[in-house]
């Protein structure tokens, strides 16, 4: 079955370090990929996507994700973390043509002061 | 930044009482998507649309219902509400390539 694994529940990463959430997925082909956040008690904001092409991609609040194939993984890094990156962060795959997005369960990222 | 509507953004209700949640899209997408998620836990799809007067179930069973009778709209029913209800739901929205925009979320409880 398709599925899409964030190994990690919570991270603790001081301020000013550098930091990698990891996302795999279990699919034969190249799917489209994404990396969304979401702040307490709010939605969820896209950080960036991965369709075709360069294989690695950047996002916004400078963020950047590698595709890579071999290891059917799609992992978030951010060479920096800033206290007002603490929030959850969420994988997710569209996989077949039914428009739908298979959900990672979440990286919860804590920041240390 | 995406224009996505939800209301209303926190709900008290008793239970067996009827409610709708609302959800509106000002960008045209002809996708519309309601999840349900608890704290700290993963997405669940419940409905989408894919245009109007289509809508189709999710993979977690809900006993809401939906409808999609304009393309911005797509308001999210429960005929009577129990505390199983309790809960977040999200409403997005797509065009192409399935990125979806999010709106803010209504947080429901049921007592």
């Known amino acids: 079955a398709q599925s899409v694994t964030q190994p990690d529940i919570h991270i603790t990463v001081s301020e000013g370090a550098s930091l990698e959430l990891r996302c795999n997925y279990s699919y034969g082909a190249t799917p489209y990929l994404f990396w969304y956040v979401q702040s307490p008690g709010q939605g969820l904001q896209l950080l960036l996507k991965y369709f075709s092409g360069d294989t690695l991609v950047q996002g916004i609040k400078g963020f950047e994700a590698e595709f890579k194939r071999s290891q059917s993984s799609f992992n978030l890094r951010k060479p920096s973390v800033h206290w007002s990156d603490a929030a959850e962060y969420f994988c997710?795959?569209?996989?077949?043509?039914?428009?739908?997005?298979?959900w990672g369960a979440g990286t919860k990222l804590i920041i240390k002061p | 930044e995406a224009d996505i509507y939800q209301t209303p953004r926190y709900l008290v209700i008793g239970t067996g009482k009827k409610i709708t949640l609302e959800c509106s899209q000002t960008?045209?997408?002809?996708?519309m998507y309601w999840y349900q998620q608890d704290p700290g836990m993963e997405l669940h799809l419940i409905h989408y649309?894919?245009?109007?007067?289509?809508?189709e179930k999710g993979d977690l069973s809900s006993e809401s219902t939906v409808s999609r009778i304009r393309t911005e709209h797509f308001p999210l029913t429960l005929e009577s509400a129990r505390p199983s209800h309790t809960s977040q739901y999200l409403c997005a929205s797509s065009r192409r390539y399935n990125e979806q925009f999010f709106g803010p979320g209504t947080r429901l409880t049921v007592l």
């Open positions: 997710a795959v569209r996989m077949d043509s039914n428009y739908q997005l298979i």
């Open positions: 649309s894919y245009g109007v007067n289509s809508t």
């Open positions: 960008m045209g997408h002809d996708k």
